[in-house]
């Protein structure tokens, strides 16, 4: 088990920057794949980036890529989404999640297994 806590949200204008942060509990969280999700009113939730236990492989949406990075560091238990020049439609609820291991293509909410309250992002344009 793993309980997470988003936290870096707020409200940011049209080109501006922000680090969405995500603490996990427990001695385990070095072995789980973290991932981020968004979901925008009246939307599904939807992939945004993920990283594997290592750190070692990255993979993002084509939304986000070349504007977002994700990260952790294992010794802090902790997952970070760098979100650059940010867009009015990267306005979401941001949710941390972790799963024992997701299944090579399958980036969906249902390959991972713990979630984290989410953050809200506002881009103003």
């Known amino acids: 088990q793993v309980q997470l806590v988003e936290s870096g949200g707020g409200l940011v204008q049209a080109g501006g920057s922000l680090r969405l942060s995500c603490a996990a509990s427990?001695?385990?969280?070095?072995?789980?794949?973290m991932g981020w999700f968004r979901q925008a009113p009246g939307k599904e939730r939807e992939f945004v980036a993920t990283i594997s236990w290592s750190g070692g492989s990255t993979y993002y949406a084509d939304s986000v890529k070349g504007r977002f990075t994700i990260s952790r560091d294992n010794a802090k238990n902790t997952v970070y989404l760098q979100m650059n020049s940010l867009k009015p439609e990267d306005t979401a609820v941001y949710y941390c999640a972790a799963a024992w291991s997701i299944t090579p293509g399958r980036l969906i909410p249902d390959e991972y297994q713990f979630w984290g309250q989410g953050t809200q992002v506002t881009v103003s344009s």
């Open positions: 427990g001695r385990t969280f070095s072995t789980y794949v």
